[in-house]
Structure formats: structure tokens, C-alpha cells
């Protein structure tokens, strides 16, 4: 299955509660991250798959991570990955190096 579809697939199902409009620019940013491995908000902006023009991807990078409503999902956000993750793992084992 594609990369696109199946972060799609679990975003979707593991955060039902989020805004449609906001899970999808999640989506798209996520998505940007990983292509391009930068963290910055232009380099996200401009990784962004979109028919837009970048001026306007980058527009939208800012705002959803300027976004007061997924800041305050943050916790919820990483909770909902973490189940995921670890599935039924009450103990898990973190290495530090």
C-alpha cells in the first residue's frame, strides 16, 4: 500500500475527533516532513504536494503549526500514536544512548 494511503488510513482512524480541515493539513505537513527531512516551516511548506502555489503551501505550513486548537491536541495527538505504536505494551523498553 502507498506511504500516502496508509498515513491517511491511520490518521484518519486514530484521530476521529480532530477537525477534518486541520487532520489534513497534518497529513499534508507529516507527509512534506518525511520527503523532504527538513523541519522548517518553508522547508515543509515547500514539500507539501499541492497544485498551490508555494507561497501559499508554505502559508499553510505556518498556520497549522501556529494552530492554538493542535497545540492544545498535542498530548491527545501523541497519546493516539503512542497506542499505536505499542499497541497493548503497558511496559515498554526505551533505550537512551
Request: glycine share 4%; net charge positive.
Amino acid at each position: 500500500m502507498h506511504a500516502r494511503q496508509v498515513s491517511h488510513k491511520l490518521l484518519f482512524s486514530a484521530l476521529p475527533w480532530i477537525h477534518k480541515t486541520r487532520l489534513e493539513a497534518l497529513e499534508a505537513c507529516t507527509l512534506a516532513a518525511i520527503d523532504r527531512r527538513n523541519l522548517s516551516v518553508t522547508g515543509i511548506g515547500r514539500a507539501i504536494e499541492s497544485p498551490a502555489k508555494e507561497k501559499h503551501c508554505i502559508k499553510r505550513a505556518d498556520r497549522l503549526l501556529s494552530n492554538p486548537h493542535l497545540q492544545a491536541e498535542c498530548a491527545d495527538i501523541y497519546q493516539a500514536m503512542l497506542r499505536l505504536m505499542l499497541g497493548t505494551v503497558k511496559r515498554p523498553i526505551i533505550i537512551v544512548d
